[in-house]
């Protein structure tokens, strides 16, 4: 490791809405902020197709357009922009206190706040055939992509509140959604378990998962396998939607940040403030309900303003 480590005023994890955001507001505060990418520069909207749903946009954008252009806009004001991995942290916990974080296990940087924007990666099957299709029309994000499948017969996989919603999305829009749901029940709320039982075109089939998903170039159709009596069926659809949980990118920040029993960082009332002073969290790594980038975009200006304010109270 660099024995000098470099000092900044704001340092910010994650390249996603939230955290481009963060930086455009950061940077227009003079908070000279820095940010390091993460693995996936843009993070999860660079894998998606076309964004129709940000305000802005009349005509839509791609995903990895919107990021280059948040970039750029982030950049203009004086951002600095680094590619590179948090692997460590150190956080201080008295107020005013300097934080350290460590880049690619061999850079440390100092900070007075730092602003966490990691993220959260989707989880999917695991299936060669899902893996291979992805961008093909398997998607993890029904909210995003489902318009494209307007009509259409498509198929969603999970029992959680997420499938439960994102299966009602869907069968407004399409044709007929089969749910594939690999217990005996649902996860799910009653409430939503209810909101799907009574929408007539979802196919609800229990004991059931994938074998493979078909098609070359694009989703053609899916193997199904119930797995109590083995028999396997297929069907043709043309979009096949992952919902089975995500996993928000906190790793690095056990013991130092305090999460919720699934990894999300924990914020203070309508703050982006964690349990340490100077330390704030935007976008998906603090929100498993909303998830958009939007929403994540809105965290990421709240972000910047409490480390502005937090900095102000600091030197005062
Ligand atoms: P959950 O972890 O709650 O559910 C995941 C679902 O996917 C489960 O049904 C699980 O099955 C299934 N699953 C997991 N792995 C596989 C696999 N390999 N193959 C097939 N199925 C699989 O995740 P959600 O994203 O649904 O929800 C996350 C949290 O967010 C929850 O606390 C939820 O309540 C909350 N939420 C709330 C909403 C709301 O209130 N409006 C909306 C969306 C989310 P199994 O049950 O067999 O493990």
């Known amino acids: 490791m660099s024995n000098q480590p470099e000092h900044i005023k704001t340092l910010i994890i994650g390249s996603g809405p939230a955290g481009y955001t963060a930086a ?6 003079d908070l000279k902020p820095v940010v390091y990418t993460g693995l996936e520069p843009g ?37 600095d922009v680094r590619i590179g991995m948090a692997t460590a942290v150190e956080f201080s916990k008295e107020v005013g206190g300097i934080h350290s974080v460590t880049i690619d296990n061999e850079k440390e940087i100092t900070a007075d706040t730092v602003i966490i924007s990691t993220g959260a990666t989707a989880k999917y099957l695991g299936l060669p055939s899902e893996q291979r299709l992805r961008g093909g029309g398997v998607s993890a994000c029904a ?34 959604v089969t749910m ?27 004991n059931t998962e994938i074998d493979e998903v078909l098609g070359d170039q694009v989703v053609e159709g899916l193997r199904m396998v119930n797995n109590q009596t083995g028999q396997k069926e297929e069907i043709a659809i043309t979009g096949l ?30 703050s982006t403030k964690t349990n340490i002073p100077g330390v704030f969290a935007s976008g998906d790594v603090q929100d498993k309900e909303y998830r958009q980038a939007v929403t994540a975009a809105g965290t990421g200006c709240m972000a910047a303003l409490d480390a502005e304010r937090y900095l102000a109270e600091v030197a005062s």
């Open 43 to 79: 993070g999860q909207l660079t894998t998606t197709t076309e964004v129709d749903n940000f305000p802005g946009y009349p005509e839509g954008v791609d995903g990895p357009t919107m990021m280059v252009q948040l970039q750029q806009q982030a950049e203009r004001f004086g951002t």
């Open 143 to 176: 909210v995003c992509d489902g318009f494209f499948y307007k009509g259409q017969d498509v198929a969603i996989v999970g029992g959680g509140d997420t499938a439960a919603e994102e299966a009602t999305y869907l069968a407004n829009i399409c044709n007929k």
């Open 241 to 270: 939607f992952i919902a089975i949980g995500h996993k928000p990118n906190t790793d690095i920040f056990k013991g130092q940040l305090d999460m919720d029993d699934a990894g999300y960082l924990i914020t203070q009332g309508k």
């Open 180 to 206: 594939l749901v690999r217990k005996d029940r649902m996860r799910a709320s009653k409430a939503m378990q209810h909101r799907v039982t009574s929408t007539p075109n979802i196919d609800l089939r229990y």
């Open 24 to 29: 455009i507001y950061a940077a227009r505060a």
